[in-house]
């Protein structure tokens, strides 16, 4: 008898701990679940750069594939903030009509564009002649239609900008059109995204620029502000 109690106690502390480990088990089940749960949702919380956010969007530019889609370059307008591509071609227009795609107006000095395109200032301009047939790497925009000429090389090395009549509107040039140095196209080949990102810090530092030479230009006005 005492030995058949003893087995009874030992089937009985066996199914003990058999509950005992099942139950244990569920419940790290369960922490287990709810752990994986709040990393998921952790996980799953939306990021946004709101140096992108409002008109102009990255999205069209990263959907870009070929070389023929993503072109040379990019210039931001300065009206509308839209971003628009450059491409160049050869021959007299290198970069046929420069107007915004959104609200149609012409490229201007106040606009950013990238390596491709660099604004150069007024006056006498110098530079070598280029070598084997190649064409100037010096154009201007008509004021007028936005129609880029390429500059023609005149008396030694100087460029000539003057007495153009412009082939798209009539318009003739005093060399008070737009002028632009154009570039290499590799940086933005390489990667587009952060030639957008460089023009738009570009732009930010322009602006701050502007409002700091109000402010010195017109203190009373900030006195007056503070009161």
Same mark, same amino acid.
């Given at each position: ?61 990263? !959907? ?10 990019? $210039?931001?307008? &300065?009206? &509308?903030? =839209? ?11 290198? /970069? ?15 606009? =950013? ?26 154009? =201007? ?19 000539? /900008? ?14 008070? $059109?737009?002028?632009? =140095? ?13 030639? /957008? ?6 732009? !930010?530092?322009?602006? !701050?620029?502007?409002?700091?030479? $109000? ?10 502000? !503070?009161?």
């Amino acid at each position: 008898m005492p030995i058949l109690k003893r087995q009874g106690s030992i089937l009985r502390l066996n199914r003990l701990s058999v509950a005992i480990s099942t139950t244990l088990t569920s419940v790290i089940e369960r922490v287990q679940a709810q752990k994986s749960d709040h990393s998921t949702s952790h996980l799953t919380i939306p990021v946004q750069d709101h140096r992108f956010s409002g008109d102009s969007s990255l999205s069209s530019i990263r !959907a870009l594939r070929t070389d023929a889609e993503i072109g040379d370059g990019l $210039w931001i307008c &300065c009206h &509308c903030r =839209h971003e628009n591509i450059l491409r160049h071609y050869k021959g007299r227009f290198p /970069f046929q009509y420069l107007r915004c795609d959104r609200c149609n107006r012409t490229l201007c000095p106040e606009c =950013h564009a990238s390596e491709i395109l660099s604004p150069l200032p007024y006056g006498m301009i110098c530079a070598p002649r280029p070598a084997g047939g190649r064409d100037v790497r010096y154009c =201007h925009v008509c004021s007028a239609c936005g129609l880029s000429h390429r500059a023609e090389m005149g008396e030694g090395a100087v460029l000539d /900008f003057y007495g153009v009549t412009c082939a798209g509107c009539g318009t003739s040039s005093y060399g008070d $059109w737009p002028r632009y =140095h154009i570039g290499n196209n590799e940086p933005y080949r390489r990667d587009p995204d952060a030639t /957008f990102a460089k023009l738009v810090d570009q732009k !930010a530092d322009d602006a !701050a620029r502007v409002a700091f030479h $109000w402010v010195i230009a017109n203190p009373e006005s900030e006195s007056n502000s !503070a009161f």
